[in-house]
């Protein structure tokens, strides 16, 4: 694993050494979290979000879109919210009643805690 602050080379190598450990008959997957799609770069390949892809024999490489992973899970959090206090009965009635969009963040308007 490589890692340290940005710039430093941490992409470069990985991507050296797992080409580096396919050619030694190593079965190798390479992996980044970082937005900047680095290997996508290095291998000139789009690989950003696509799973596990083959680069070569031996060697596959991965940029996780954590971006995205993160969106789906507060949207997977967020629902589970509205069906526990049953909201999302209450936003299907306030559309119906009031035939406008209902606000999206309803917990966002409780009381804080300070009050
Ligand atoms: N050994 C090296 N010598 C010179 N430049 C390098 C070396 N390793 C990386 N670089 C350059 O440094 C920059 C940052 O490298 P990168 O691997 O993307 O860093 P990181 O992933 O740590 O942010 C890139 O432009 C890369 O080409
Ligand atoms: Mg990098």
């Known amino acids: 694993m490589f890692g340290g602050k940005g710039g430093l080379g941490k992409t470069t190598f990985s991507a050296a ?17 970082d937005p900047q799609a680095s290997l996508s ?35 997977e959090i967020r629902q589970k919210i509205l069906d526990l206090y049953g909201f999302t ?10 035939k406008r969009r209902a606000p999206n963040r309803l917990w966002k308007s409780r009381p804080s805690s300070t009050q």
């Not at 050494?17 to 979290?33: D, N, P």
């Not at 390949?45 to 899970?73: C, M, P, T």
């Not at 009965?89 to 009643?97: A, G, I, Q, S």
């Open 17 to 33: 050494t797992g080409y580096w450990l396919a050619e030694q008959g190593k079965k190798v997957l390479v992996f980044s979290v």
């Open 41 to 75: 770069d290095i291998f000139q390949r789009d690989i950003f979000g696509k799973g596990a892809v083959n680069i070569k024999e031996n060697l596959w490489a991965q940029e996780i879109d954590a971006d995205s992973h993160i969106k789906a899970y507060q949207q």
């Open 89 to 98: 009965e209450v936003l299907k009635k306030w559309r119906t009643t009031f």
